[in-house]
């Protein structure tokens, strides 16, 4: 099984956020933090402030921060709802289905059973296991230890970007 992007990115902003703790993160820092397409992580942080997970900060400081401490965020569900249906394979939707073995199909079976051990595993962690060593996550990020932005070696001061209302629909093309 492979992650779609989206879910990866996902958990990367959430993440990142933790991090950050309360301070809220603009979409532009997290993109250029990790590296990413700005528009591909909006869309991404849109679909978790519409799930729950983030809420959106308004003002030139704004963006987004965890709605959730990160302890109550599992990383199972967070996959499950970025993930869609989890449909390995067409047989297991009925409306898809164009196979004429499912009723005794050995296969489907087992990637049914492999698919709940998949998430079963996820279901033992949440966002707080991902972010236990901010001393070692957040400089790879560009944030210093308390989650703020380091500071730019040319002139010693604090990267600024500007906030908004990253929980917004994105804007299609």
Do not use: W
């Amino acid at each position: 099984m492979r992650l779609t992007q989206f879910s990866n990115f996902a958990i990367r902003v959430l993440m990142y956020a933790a991090l950050k703790g309360p301070t809220p993160s603009a979409v532009p820092e997290m993109a250029r933090a990790y590296g990413i397409s700005y528009d591909h992580l909006k869309k991404v942080a849109a679909e978790l402030c519409r799930l729950g997970y983030l809420e959106t900060v308004r003002g030139r400081a704004g963006g987004v921060r965890l709605a959730k401490p990160p302890a109550a965020i599992g990383i199972g569900e967070v996959i499950r709802l970025t993930e869609g249906a989890g449909n390995l394979v067409e047989c297991f939707d009925p409306s898809t289905n164009g196979c004429p073995l499912p009723a005794v199909c050995q296969l489907r079976r087992a990637l049914q059973e492999a698919l709940s051990a998949f998430f079963a595993v996820l279901d033992r962690y949440t966002l707080a296991d991902f972010v236990g060593a901010p001393d070692a996550l957040a400089p790879l990020l560009g944030l210093d230890r308390h989650g703020e932005l380091a500071t730019t070696p040319g002139n010693g001061r604090p990267q600024k970007t500007a906030g908004g209302d990253e929980c917004a629909a994105p804007r299609l093309a």
